[in-house]
């Protein structure tokens, strides 16, 4: 027997949700549309323009971000469905002057040339090492597959990343 | 991306309730419909945000295993129980899409994940999927990526996913409830084939929603492999993907299941090609007339006519890693 949906009760006007979200640390509160993507969220509410907007639809991998630790493209997310969530992104990755074991390695690897892709490398990279799946270099290079460097940076990436694969401050 | 509404129920009855309307859909980790959205190809009125359902965990279930709709296909590949035991399905999803995609990527999202046909994402073409009675533009267009088995004169679309191919093999079972109450949905029923209507991927009803996946208390973990060719080795969709599982006794084939994804609408099995195999001593020659049997019928479109062959060949090479005990990680790139 077939069901006969009843009418939408007429929700659509504009209703800005109130979230919560920990950025980088810091507690932020946010009222919003549900349309808003993370990725807008950081990069037009929060001025963290480190996250970068490659593709918009999940091909590219330059939104990834760590949420509740695990690395996400935050172009496909909607932000109040992360109501409640930690967000770390590039900019939260250093301490003071010192650059995250990633972040070095990246730079002592000569592992980017435009830097587009990095912050989305980089931080797909920690969340990489943090999930423990990726055990040698052909698995570093298909677990990074969700990254993609249109300058072709690959190999170096995969140098910088195995450099550190074995240290515990660098996931 | 439209105007829409948004709710956020935490029990499952509640849900049922906020997804009874037209024009409502259901969110979970978003990687399809919110791609869709951004596109306009899905507009909805309201979204119903599932998240906060308790359907997040993996359960021994009968012997068996309970896969929540939300648990993320992450989660499920790297359970330990699915490793050890249902390692077919561990393949097939670590074989799709990409590790961040597959970290919000849930169950029940996977099922119900629309296909990639390249007209169904572009407005400005007629699609019967998209807008029925419009006609099929890749009927006679660009359709590399189409069907070769299943098809019909309104569509020719295939399902995209992976894990779907997976659970094909393993004749799991869905659970859903509804408006109508609770009912449980056979793997090779859920999804259907386009026929007159393409609008309709699946055989869920209106305001249906997934509660969890059922896993068989089986084990195919010595003979099975999950092999999937693409245009890219990572991060693309199948264009053909085989999974196969069997169980050896005393050198022959006791039972063969061989799925194709890529090529179909749904997951394509055949009865005829499985029974083939019971009984025979593995064989390329054995093999290759299951596979002749499981493409019986096939019919290429042009641009996707390599397909066929493509097919043939994959399911005899997967057909002897499963029974060589030899299954193909998807780090091992290899492609002949
Ligand atoms: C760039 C890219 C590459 C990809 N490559 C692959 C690939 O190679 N192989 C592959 O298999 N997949 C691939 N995918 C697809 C990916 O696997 C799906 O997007 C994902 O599985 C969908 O799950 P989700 O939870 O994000 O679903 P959502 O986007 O939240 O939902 C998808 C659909 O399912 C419905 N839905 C969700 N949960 C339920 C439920 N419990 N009950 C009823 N309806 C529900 C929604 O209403 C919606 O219609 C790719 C995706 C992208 C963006
Ligand atoms: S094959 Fe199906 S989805 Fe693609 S254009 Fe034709 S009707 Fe639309
Ligand atoms: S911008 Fe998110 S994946 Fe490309
Ligand atoms: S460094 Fe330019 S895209 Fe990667």
Redesign the pocket.
């Given at each position: 027997m077939p069901t006969k949906l009843a009418e939408p009760t007429a929700q659509t006007a504009e209703r800005l949700i109130d979230i919560d979200l920990t950025v980088n640390g810091k507690a932020e509160h946010f009222s919003i549309a549900p349309w808003v993507t993370l990725l807008d969220l950081l990069r037009e509410r929060l001025d963290l323009t480190g996250t970068k907007k490659g593709c918009d639809?999940?091909?590219c991998g330059a939104c990834t971000v760590l949420v509740d630790g695990k690395r996400v493209?935050s172009c496909?997310t909607l932000a109040v469905v992360r109501d409640g969530s930690e967000i770390q992104t590039i900019e939260g990755l250093s301490s003071g002057d010192t650059l995250h074991p990633m972040q070095q390695a990246f730079i002592d690897h000569d592992a980017f040339q435009c830097g587009y892709c990095t912050p989305g490398q980089i931080c797909s990279a920690i969340g990489m090492l943090r999930e423990g799946k990726a055990d040698g270099r052909d698995a570093i290079r298909e677990n990074m597959s969700g990254n993609l460097c249109r300058c072709g940076a690959y190999t170096n990436i995969a140098d910088a990343i195995e450099s550190v694969q074995g240290r515990e401050d660098a996931r | 991306m439209n105007r829409f509404g948004y709710d956020r129920p935490s029990d499952v009855a509640e849900a049922v309730r906020d997804g009874n309307a037209r024009g409502v859909?259901?969110?979970?980790?978003?990687?399809?419909?919110?791609?869709?959205m951004k596109e306009n190809v899905?507009r909805p009125v309201r979204v119903v945000d599932?998240n906060r359902l308790p359907?997040h965990a993996i359960e021994d279930h009968d012997g068996g295993l309970r896969i929540g709709?939300?648990a993320?296909?992450s989660e499920t590949a790297w359970d330990a129980r699915v490793e050890a035991k249902y390692p077919v399905l561990a393949s097939s999803?670590l074989?799709?899409?990409?590790p961040q995609?597959?970290n919000?990527?849930?169950?029940?999202?996977?099922?119900?994940?629309?296909t990639r046909c390249l007209y169904f994402y572009d407005n400005t073409t007629a699609c019967n999927k998209r807008e029925p009675g419009t006609g099929c533009s890749a009927i006679g267009g660009v359709n590399r990526v189409n069907a070769i088995l299943g098809a019909s004169p309104s569509c020719i679309a295939t399902h995209?996913?992976?894990?779907?191919v997976g659970l094909a093999v393993l004749n799991a079972t869905v659970n859903?409830t509804g408006p109508l109450g609770d009912r449980t949905i056979p793997f090779a029923d859920y999804h259907r084939l386009p026929g007159e209507d393409p609008s309709r991927d699946n055989t869920?009803k209106p305001g249906?929603?997934?509660?969890s996946i059922d896993l068989p208390d089986e084990d195919f973990s010595g003979n099975y492999t999950y092999l999937?060719l693409?245009d890219r080795l990572s991060?693309?969709?199948?264009l053909v993907s085989v999974a196969v599982v069997m169980r050896i006794e005393n050198g022959r084939i006791a039972e063969a299941r061989i799925a194709l994804g890529g090529v179909a609408h749904k997951p394509w099995r055949s009865k005829t090609a499985e029974g083939l195999l019971v009984g025979e001593v593995p064989s390329q020659s054995a093999f290759l007339a299951a596979a002749h049997a499981l493409l019986e019928g096939a019919q290429g479109q042009g641009a996707n006519d390599f397909k066929i062959g493509l097919a043939r060949r994959a399911i005899v090479r997967a057909c002897r890693q499963a029974a060589d005990g030899t299954p193909q990680s998807q780090i091992d790139k290899r492609v002949a």
């Open positions: 639809h999940g091909q493209n496909l | 859909r259901f969110l979970a980790g978003g990687s399809n419909l919110v791609d869709l899905e599932i359907l709709a939300l993320t296909n999803i074989a799709g899409a990409s995609l597959r919000v990527a849930t169950a029940g999202g996977n099922l119900n994940q629309r995209p996913s992976d894990m779907c859903v869920l249906e929603l997934i509660t999937k693409r991060y693309a969709f199948a």
